[in-house]
């Protein structure tokens, strides 16, 4: 039997403004899963910490009852000061370590402000590769750009760009083939649900996750040491997956009720991670749209609840797959490095994502040391220096706007400083111990197009300077992505054959 792609049911979006909104993987089609007839894995052949065979059981042998019970709250697309505060509202509970839950941020470029990027990252959270534009079928280019300015203008070291997720969940072996390329360690936008909910595992020997689509051929796809974390679907009272925004597809009791019967599955079962997956559009209050209040407190809420039950952690996927590398019972977790939550001590206010505790600009990093980058559409801050015009696909690392004579000028960060230590206005590192050192060994970002000639260094542009003084705040709702209030399931079961 075949089915046809759920491209086909993704592309039916709705408009609820002015701007082109579009869903991102609601539901799955149901019963989709189920265990892949071409997925082949030899467990002896494949070992930790580098290779790892799907499967449904956890990793090293450790018993389902020993195992920590991971959950993964996730957040896509522009990062903003009120979609932030949300995030934190989500993130409000603690790991039985005493540290915040930590979450990830798969990050689209337009609209996003790179100061609040830089805040993210530096308070522990993960920051990851949504593209520049949030396309269907993204080019390696759209991929890249988001590489390069999540670097450039947040600071953050190339190493520790780890993931991608597809736009619209839409990926392919072609995307696969090229996040490999381009030096990621982790994707995450295929679906698990009941029949083929496995652990995260490599894509040595191919895909295991969404096999109905033809992904799990392996001649397709063939990637030493790239991890696959699923998704993990809850399905809701009519069996139906639901993916993205669960929060979405009923009541807040309903949704509530399925989201803990399907936790307990995991929970009670072989503790596969659980995920919560959100486009935090849908939990902000913006003038003139319903306010999502209830919606939000349902999700907190259930959050809350979860964060009361033994052996719950809240990580980011990269932290997941550290313990993935080297799995240790939930009784050694807390003191794994990778759990630890010290925040730098610098000893001096540096614009690194954190706020000196003197300063109360809620929601904003370090703000007294920020640049105000104002372009046509987009406005952001910055620790590093602005770009001489607004940041394109083709472009999207312009020619600084001063030079580096300039006593504004910013140092970027270097190779073997991590941002949360490096100083931008004295170009200098504040790590003195063997502890916070680092060294960057990523694959360099190619920003180069083929038909371009000299690479990302030299603008095209006119080298308009934007203004220092204007209003940075002037983000507008439009930008968003993601603001559809409909479930596509109906769509999907007529698509079955
Ligand atoms: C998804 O990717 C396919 C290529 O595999 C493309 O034809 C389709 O337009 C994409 N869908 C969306 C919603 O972008
Ligand atoms: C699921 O719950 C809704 C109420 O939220 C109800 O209308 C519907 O009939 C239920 N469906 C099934 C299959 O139980
Ligand atoms: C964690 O604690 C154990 C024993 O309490 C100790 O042996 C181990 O070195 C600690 N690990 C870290 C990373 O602190
Ligand atoms: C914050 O700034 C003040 C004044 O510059 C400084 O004395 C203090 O150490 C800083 N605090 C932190 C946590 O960096
Ligand atoms: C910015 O806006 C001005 C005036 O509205 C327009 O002339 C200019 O072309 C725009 N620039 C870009 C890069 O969109
Ligand atoms: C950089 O990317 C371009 C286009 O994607 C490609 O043609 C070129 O070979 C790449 N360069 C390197 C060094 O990988
Ligand atoms: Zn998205």
């Known amino acids: ?52 065979c799907a499967s449904q059981s956890p990793p090293a042998g450790l018993s389902p009852k020993d195992v920590p019970q991971f959950v993964t709250i996730t957040f ?25 839950a930590k979450g990830s941020w ?88 009941v029949d083929d909910c496995y652990w995260p595992y490599t894509l040595d020997n ?32 009519a069996s139906t997956p639901q993916l993205m925004d669960v929060y979405l597809a009923g009541s807040v009791s309903d949704v509530t009720a399925w989201s803990n019967a399907n936790f307990d599955r995991h929970y009670n079962g072989n503790r596969q991670p659980f995920g919560i997956y959100v486009h935090p559009t849908h939990l902000t209050t913006f003038p003139g749209l319903e306010d999502p209040s ?33 799995p240790v019972p939930a009784s050694q977790l807390a003191n794994q490095s990778y759990m630890k939550c010290e925040l730098p001590n610098t000893g001096k206010e540096i614009c690194n994502g954190l ?22 559409t987009t406005n952001w801050g910055t620790c590093y220096n602005c770009p001489s015009v607004a940041p394109t696909l083709e472009q999207p690392t312009p020619e600084d706007h001063v030079q580096s004579n300039d006593p504004s000028y910013r140092h970027p ?28 060994v990523a694959v360099p970002v190619n920003t180069s197009t083929s038909s371009s000639k000299g690479g990302n260094a030299v603008s095209s542009g006119t080298g308009q300077k934007p203004s220092e003084n204007a209003d940075n705040n002037a983000i507008g709702l439009a930008p968003v992505y993601g603001l559809v209030l409909s479930s596509v399931a109906g769509m999907i079961a007529t698509l079955w054959l």
Request: contains cysteine; proline residues 5%; aromatic residues 8%.
């Open 106 to 193: 798969y990050v689209s470029m337009e609209y996003t402000d790179f100061s609040l990027v830089q805040q993210w990252y530096a308070n522990g959270n993960e920051v990851a590769d949504h593209t520049f534009s949030h396309v269907g079928n993204p080019s390696a280019q759209e991929i890249a750009a988001a590489r390069a300015m999540l670097h450039k203008y947040a600071g953050i070291p190339l190493g520790k760009i780890k993931g991608f997720r597809a736009p619209f969940l839409n990926y392919t072996a072609d995307t696969l083939n090229e996040i490999s390329k381009q030096g990621f360690h982790y994707d995450t936008s295929s679906t698990a649900v």
């Open 206 to 237: 191919g895909m295991a996750n969404d096999c109905w689509t033809g992904i799990c051929d392996p001649d397709k796809v063939k990637l030493p040491g790239v991890w696959e974390i699923p998704m993990y679907a809850v399905n809701d009272n």
């Open 76 to 100: 896509d697309d522009s990062i903003q000061a009120k979609l932030l505060a949300t995030a934190h509202e989500m993130l409000n509970v603690k790991n039985p370590n005493g540290c915040p």
């Open 355 to 376: 706020e000196n505790i003197t300063i109360s600009d809620a929601g904003v990093a370090s703000s007294n040391l920020l640049n105000a980058c104002n372009f046509n």
């Open 294 to 326: 209830a919606l939000k407190k349902g999700v907190v809420d259930f959050i809350q609840s979860l964060a009361g039950k033994p052996d719950v952690w809240f990580v980011t996927n990269e932290q997941l797959l550290q313990w993935m590398q080297n």
């Open 413 to 440: 960060v270097p190779d073997n400083c991590d941002s949360v230590w490096w100083d931008p206005v004295a170009g200098a590192c504040l790590c003195t111990s063997s502890g916070c050192a680092y060294k960057d």
């Open 1 to 52: 039997m075949k089915f046809l792609g759920i491209s086909a049911a993704i592309v039916s979006v709705l408009c609820l403004t002015q701007s082109v909104l579009a869903q991102e993987g609601a539901t799955a089609p149901a019963g989709a899963g189920g265990a892949s007839s071409s997925y082949h894995c030899d467990p002896n052949a494949c070992k930790l910490p580098n290779c790892l």
